[in-house]
C-alpha cells in the first residue's frame, strides 16, 4: 500500500506526520541551500547549534517547562540508557549531598579519611532507590537499577503484579506504597506501553511537601516519559527528572531527551569525584551518560545526530502551529481519539477483553484481547490483525511479551485514523 493508504498503530518507531518527512526528505539534501544536506554538517557548525536551541525552546514552550528550573538535554542513550543515567546521576546527587550534610557535621577541618567513614556508614545504612514497578519497561528499569547497585540498595516500593494475580493492569493505592525515607530516587513509569496502564494523573503522594513559601523539598522523582510524552499537561515542576525516547511522539529513533532539575546540576549540585565513589563502592557514570557534562556542553559533548533534533524540532513546530494553546490542544484530542477506540472495545464485551483496569487505560497503547465464549482466542486475534491490515490499519499486534492487540494511539495518528479503527473493532465484532 501507499503511505496514504494506511494507518499505523505500531508502538515504536511511530508515524511521523508526512508534511515533516517531506520537508525532512527536502533538507537531508540540501540544507537550506547549503549544498550540503543536514546529517552531513558539522554537529558543532551555528545551524547544529541553532536547530538545538530552537527545538529546546519549542519544547520547554509547548510544555511549559519553568525555563529558569529546568535543563532540556539531547542524548543518544534510549530510554534504556536514562534507567541507567537516572540511577548513575542521581545517586551521585545522593551523595553530593550526603557530603555536604558529613562535612557540615564534621567541621570543614575534619581529615578525609573520617568523611569517607561516615559517608560509608551513610551509604550502607541509607542509601535507597524507589521503583513503582507497574508494567514491563519501569520492571526493566529497576532491573537495571539492581544490576548497577547490587539489591541492597533498590526497593520495591509497590509492584502491580501483586495486587492483580501477578499480572501487570493496574495501579496499586498509593497508600500502600513503601517510601524509602530520602530515598536518592522514586521512579515509575507514566506510561507502560507494552501493558497499556498509564498513570491517571501525578501521584499525589509524591508532590512537593510545599514548605510555607511553597518551595520545600519534595522526593526525588524520576519518571519514564517515552510513550505519552507531549500528548497531555505535565507537572513539570514536581519532577527531579523526566525522559523521553523521541520515537513515539517527537520524532524518529536515535535522540533522546532528558528534562533535569537544574539545583541536581552544578553549581548547585556536582558529582563526586571517581575517587570518592571508588572508595564507596558506588558506581560512576560513562562520560556521555553524566547528566552535568551533556548539559554543560548543551548536549554536544560528543556527536549528536543533529538530524534526529531537527525532525523532533520540525514535529514541535508543527504541534505549536496546530494548537494554540499548546499541549492541553493535543490533549483534547487525544483523549477523544482514545475514547471513541475505547467506547468500540466496551460496546462488544462478548468480543473483547481490554487488558488493563478501567481507572488506568491508557490514552497511549490501548491493549485488547480477541475472546471467543470467554477465552482468548488466538485464531481470532490473527483474523482481526489480518483483516484490519487489509483495511489499512496497521501494526496492531500486541506486544511480543503479551500478545494480543494493542492500537498506539501517538499523536500522529489522526482523529480520522481512530474514527476508522472503532468502526472496524465493531464491524469485526458483529462479524
Ligand atoms: N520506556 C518506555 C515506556 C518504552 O516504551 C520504551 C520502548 O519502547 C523504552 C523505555 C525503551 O526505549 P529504548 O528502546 O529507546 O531504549
Not at 528499569?141 to 509492584?159: C, F, H, M, S, W
Request: aromatic letters at 8%; a neutral charge; proline letters at 5%.
Amino acid at each position: 500500500p501507499t503511505r496514504a493508504e494506511i494507518t499505523y498503530f505500531g508502538a515504536g518507531p511511530a508515524a511521523l506526520p508526512t508534511d515533516v518527512l517531506e520537508t525532512a526528505a527536502q533538507v537531508l539534501l540540501d540544507y537550506n541551500g547549503t549544498g550540503l544536506g543536514i546529517a552531513e554538517h558539522s554537529h558543532r557548525s551555528e545551524l547544529a547549534t541553532n536547530i538545538i536551541n530552537e527545538a529546546k525552546a519549542d519544547l520547554t514552550s509547548y510544555l511549559d517547562i519553568p525555563a529558569a528550573d529546568y535543563e532540556v538535554v539531547f542524548m543518544q542513550a534510549g530510554g534504556t540508557g536514562e534507567f541507567a543515567a537516572s540511577v548513575y546521576n542521581l545517586v551521585g546527587a545522593w551523595v553530593a549531598r550526603q557530603h555536604a550534610a558529613v562535612v557540615k557535621e564534621l567541621g570543614a577541618g575534619a581529615d578525609e579519611a573520617a568523611v569517607v567513614a561516615a559517608l560509608r556508614t551513610r551509604v550502607e545504612r541509607d542509601l535507597k532507590l524507589d521503583y513503582i514497578i507497574t508494567g514491563g519497561w519501569s520492571l526493566k528499569a529497576y532491573q537495571e537499577a539492581v544490576r548497577l547497585l547490587g539489591p541492597e540498595y533498590v526497593n520495591v516500593a509497590a509492584d502491580a503484579r501483586t495486587i492483580n494475580d501477578g499480572k501487570f493492569g493496574k495501579i496499586p493505592d498509593q497508600s500502600t506504597w513503601k517510601l524509602s525515607k530520602d530515598a536518592a530516587l522514586v521512579y515509575y513509569c507514566d506510561n507502560e506501553t507494552v501493558d497499556g496502564v498509564e498513570f491517571p494523573e501525578f501521584p499525589s503522594v509524591l508532590a512537593p511537601k510545599g514548605g510555607e513559601d511553597g518551595t520545600g523539598d519534595g522526593p526525588v522523582v524520576v519518571a519514564d516519559m517515552s510513550s505519552n510524552i507531549l500528548s497531555r499537561r505535565v507537572p513539570v515542576s514536581n519532577y527531579s527528572l523526566l525522559f523521553f525516547g523521541a520515537q513515539k511522539n517527537l520524532g524518529c529513533t536515535g535522540v533522546t531527551v532528558a528534562v533535569i532539575k537544574k539545583s541536581l546540576l552544578p553549581p548547585t549540585t556536582t558529582q563526586p569525584s571517581p575517587a570518592l565513589m571508588r572508595k564507596l563502592g558506588l558506581p560512576i557514570p560513562p562520560i556521555m551518560l553524566q547528566y552535568e557534562t551533556i548539559a554543560k556542553n548543551n548536549s554536544l559533548y560528543n556527536t549528536l545526530s543533529i538530524f534526529d533534533v531537527y525532525i523532533a524540532g520540525q514535529v514541535l513546530k508543527k504541534l505549536l502551529r496546530t494548537f494554540p494553546d499548546k499541549v492541553d490542544g493535543q490533549q483534547a484530542v487525544a483523549e477523544k481519539k482514545a475514547s471513541i477506540i475505547y467506547a468500540a472495545l466496551d460496546a462488544h464485551p462478548e468480543v473483547y477483553r481490554i487488558v488493563p483496569d478501567k481507572s488506568v487505560r491508557s490514552r497511549m497503547n490501548i491493549c485488547f484481547r480477541v475472546t471467543k465464549n470467554g477465552n482468548v482466542d488466538d485464531e481470532a486475534e490473527k483474523a482481526f490483525v489480518k483483516e484490519a491490515a487489509s483495511q489499512g490499519l496497521t501494526g496492531l499486534k500486541g506486544h511480543r511479551s503479551v500478545g494480543g492487540i494493542r492500537a498506539s494511539n501517538y499523536n500522529s495518528i489522526p482523529l480520522e485514523g481512530a474514527e476508522k479503527l472503532a468502526r472496524f473493532i465493531k464491524a469485526f465484532a458483529k462479524a
